[in-house]
């Protein structure tokens, strides 16, 4: 696939369309013990159950340096990354962890935590267990609307091994800002990127999802030595318009460089002479690797991504455990 190719695909999977769930103004994505299956959305006043999401507290309740009279959005990205900041350091640096975690929890007025909910992708009871007791170890105050004591709803993740130790918003500024960027430098942060992304419900609009995006839509127009061959049934049979491609695409990044960083194999996918580019064992592994990825991912349907009619047939063979067949027969 051609430069331009891949930078329209990432432009088109960052404008928002009617195939990804969109997550209605005044809602955010929460899980809670009420969110049996996945996420729901919820709005940031819930007036009934007393509830007011960090976006619209006037005081939150936590230690931060957030200004005043902050937009929801711009109140969002400080309140999650100052939470994020003051839980980081209660967890063991010691951690043999690769992955994403979510933390979701209530204050309540009384300053106490409750209903925290943590997710970490691949699940890991351990170090779920770590991130509630760093949680516990916070200080916490009762937030406030208007003056008035409330409940909070709090949110923010984390990524392990974090090749930044920082939000992806704020990695990716560093990186435009950087003038001469190389791969080596980045790659930890492009699969710290692509992680995030297949952990996650597909949403467009929240900040750290569109920087996960980014970070990884800015190499596919540069020479990272690793080649993506995107050809082929499989790859015709997925949209723009649901952005499968774009996700199949990001997956075979995430295949190729969990097998360079972590297993020590660099699967370049250059054309070797003498043998059909299609049938090289390096082509067909990042294909096959990166096609199970993006089918796990959207045939789970709290993943908000539709699956076309065509799509869905390699997903029945993906189920039935002969993907390999329908995708090189």
């Known amino acids: 696939m051609n430069k331009y190719t891949l930078r329209i695909l990432t432009l088109l999977f960052l404008v928002p369309t009617i195939a990804i ?3 209605p103004n005044g809602y955010f994505l929460d899980a809670d013990d009420t969110a049996t299956s996945g996420y729901k ?30 937009s929801e959005k711009d109140q969002s990205d400080c309140a ?19 992955g994403n975690v979510y933390v979701y929890l209530t204050v309540k007025k009384d300053a106490q935590i409750a ?17 509630k007791e760093a949680i516990e170890a916070v200080t916490f105050k009762p937030g406030k609307f208007n003056d008035k004591i409330v409940t909070s709803r709090l949110w923010t993740s ?4 974090s090749s930044s130790k920082e939000l992806f918003s704020v990695s990716l500024k560093k990186m435009k ?33 569109k920087a996960a995006t980014q970070i990884v839509g800015f190499w596919m127009n540069k020479n990272t030595g690793m080649n993506l061959p995107t050809f082929g049934d499989f790859f015709t049979s997925l949209t723009n318009r649901n952005q499968q491609q774009f996700l199949y695409t990001v997956a075979m990044i995430n295949y190729g460089l ?8 660099v ?29 796990a991912f959207i045939g789970n349907e709290k993943n908000n991504v539709l699956m076309s009619s065509k799509a869905r047939k390699f997903y029945k063979a993906y189920e039935k455990g002969v993907l390999e067949e329908k995708l090189f027969d």
Do not use: M, W
């Open 177 to 209: 800002e950087d003038k001469n960027p190389t791969y080596e430098d980045y790659e930890n942060l492009v699969f710290d990127a692509s992680q995030y992304i297949f952990s996650n419900p597909v949403y467009p609009d929240g900040t750290e999802f």
């Open 267 to 295: 699967l370049k996918c250059v054309k070797i002479e003498g043998q059909k580019y299609s049938e090289q064992e390096d082509v067909k592994e990042v294909q096959l690797e990166g096609a199970k990825i993006l089918l």
């Open 21 to 23: 769930g969109q997550i």
């Open 115 to 131: 209903n925290v909910t943590v997710s970490s992708y691949p699940t890991s009871k351990t170090i779920n267990s770590y991130i």
């Open 80 to 98: 999650e990354a100052s939470l994020r900041n003051l839980i980081y350091p209660n967890i063991p640096s010691e951690l043999d962890f690769k």
């Open 41 to 70: 959305a919820k709005p940031y006043k819930q007036e009934k159950e007393g509830i007011y999401h960090y976006a619209v507290l006037t005081e939150l309740p936590f230690e931060n340096k957030c200004s005043e009279g902050l």
């Open 158 to 161: 984390f990524t392990f091994p």
């Open 258 to 265: 969990d097998q360079k960083i972590n297993h020590d194999r």
